[in-house]
């Protein structure tokens, strides 16, 4: 099975403009949750979505936003954007059969605010 | 407030030397709890979890209730295993993973 896919893999922006990254999830996996991972603050979490629904959100600003379409795939939408919005952009599929589901990771989508 | 804590940034332990990383979490209920691995240029990965209690690569992960913690251990660490460690409790019944702030693990010969 192909793994977890994320486009673009960087992106460099300068402040005030918007991104959207995109994340295809494993054949067959229904959950997909976005993390920003940056040094000072590790990896936090924005937020899930299984079925097209948003489950689960972090405690960000609501410049995040996301969105999953029928076939899984998911997108994630950055609005007015601030240089402490550089950081790698995580996306993570799963089953979700039973309680013990595990979360594949993509490679990330590098984003770059100037 | 749910937390996890992993204390240790930094860990650098010499190769065939025992390694624990730390991680205590302040959940209520009965959440699930995971290790993740990141090496180097490679992708985020899961390493074991509480509810199988398995060894992956040498490593074991006690969850003790008592203490909240769930600490990784390996009693022969190996160069292989110098990466970043993530300790992720998830509260029962929700599909969010929290993450520690992680700790980077250096292994030398």
């Known amino acids: 099975k192909a793994g977890v896919t994320q486009t673009p893999r960087y992106l460099i922006k300068t402040r005030g403009q918007q991104v959207t990254l995109s994340c295809s999830p494993i054949s067959g996996h229904r959950s997909v949750s976005w993390y920003q991972q940056t040094p000072g603050q590790g990896l936090q979490f924005l937020f899930e979505y299984f079925s097209e629904t948003q489950r689960n959100k972090g405690n960000f600003p609501g410049r995040f936003s996301g969105r999953q379409f029928s076939n899984s795939r998911s997108e994630m939408n950055v609005s007015t954007l601030e240089l402490g919005d550089s950081a790698l952009y995580l996306c993570?599929?799963?089953?979700?059969?039973?309680?013990?589901?595990?979360?594949?990771f993509g490679p990330g989508t590098r984003l770059t605010v100037l | 407030a749910q937390r996890v804590t992993q204390p240790e940034k930094l860990l650098s332990v010499f190769k065939g030397a025992p390694v624990e990383l730390k991680c205590n979490y302040s959940y209520s209920g009965s959440p699930e709890l995971f290790w993740y691995v990141q090496y180097s240029r490679q992708r985020l990965q899961l390493l074991l979890r509480h509810i199988s209690r398995e060894s992956i690569k040498g490593f074991t992960a006690d969850l003790n209730k008592g203490e909240t913690s769930f600490h990784l251990k390996k009693p022969f660490a190996q160069e292989e295993d110098s990466a970043m460690y993530y300790c992720?409790?998830?509260?029962?019944?929700?599909?969010?993973?929290?993450f520690g702030a992680g700790t980077t693990v250096t292994v030398r010969a």
């Open positions: 992720a409790p998830k509260r029962g019944g929700y599909y969010k993973l929290s």
């Open positions: 993570a599929s799963s089953f979700l059969r039973g309680r013990d589901n595990e979360q594949f």
